[in-house]
């Protein structure tokens, strides 16, 4: 990627908004600054690697993934351009990946070594606050996550799941922008468990769905 494409893309990016394009093209040429592009599903980062770089999404998106023993796979939360990762985990004792990431799509990602990191902190009250902002939210999306998957069943992970899309899409018509089975890594279910319980949701008029959409029913409202 040119510096100028990189420059461009950089510009939208939630940290940088408080530098300008000089200060920009240092943080591009630096040598504790590495751009890096990986294909879809590339591994970005193993489990227990260690983290010594905050990743900058310019690019595409990524995705954290647990993977269990039994080879069950939990979608813990994708990331998009202008977002990051590993800034939760650069400055702590013990660092390693908790999760696999990897990469959804085409992905282009601008990472920081530790100690550049450091020193844009220090030189940018925004750059900071932006920083803590996003360790902050990082910290929620994992509380939420195990919130939804904690003790629940299938069917009340996908009550869930609707709810909080009815909420953000204000329809009754839901658009999934993901495959089922995308879906099910989401909810952190068997992509068959899933089939088998919208089955039955739609056999009892709570809900009708296509490869695309669930559109939930009155049913689905009334108290069991």
């Known amino acids: 990627m040119k510096n100028d494409d990189l420059l461009r ?20 040429r630096s040598p504790e600054t590495t751009v890096n592009q990986f294909h879809k599903d590339q591994v970005i980062h193993l489990k227990n ?13 990524v995705a954290v993934l647990n993977l269990d023993e039994n080879g069950n796979m ?23 990946y908790p999760m696999t990431v990897i990469a959804v799509t085409e992905v282009t990602l601008l990472q920081l070594e530790r100690e550049l990191v450091v020193a844009l902190c220090q030189k940018n009250a925004d750059f900071l606050k932006g920083l803590m902002q996003s ?51 989401r909810l952190g279910v068997q992509r068959t468990s899933l089939s088998r319980e919208l089955t039955k949701m739609k056999k009892a008029g709570l809900l009708d769905y296509d490869a695309k959409t669930i559109t939930i029913k009155s049913a689905f409202f009334s108290p069991n």
């Open 9 to 28: 893309l950089l510009t939208s990016a939630n940290f940088f908004n408080g530098f300008c394009e000089a200060e920009l093209a240092e943080i591009i």
């Open 49 to 61: 690697e260690l983290c010594h770089r905050m990743d900058v999404i310019i690019s595409g998106r």
């Open 135 to 185: 360790i902050s939210e990082k910290t929620m999306i994992l509380t939420d996550k195990l919130t939804v998957i904690s003790l629940k069943t299938v069917r009340q992970r996908i009550n869930d799941y609707l709810s909080h899309q009815y909420q953000l899409q204000k329809t009754l018509m839901i658009t999934l922008g993901c495959s089922k089975k995308e879906l099910a890594e």
């Open 74 to 96: 939990l979608t813990v939360n994708v990331f998009r351009a202008g977002e990051s990762i590993g800034e939760n985990l650069l400055f702590a004792v013990n660092n390693g």
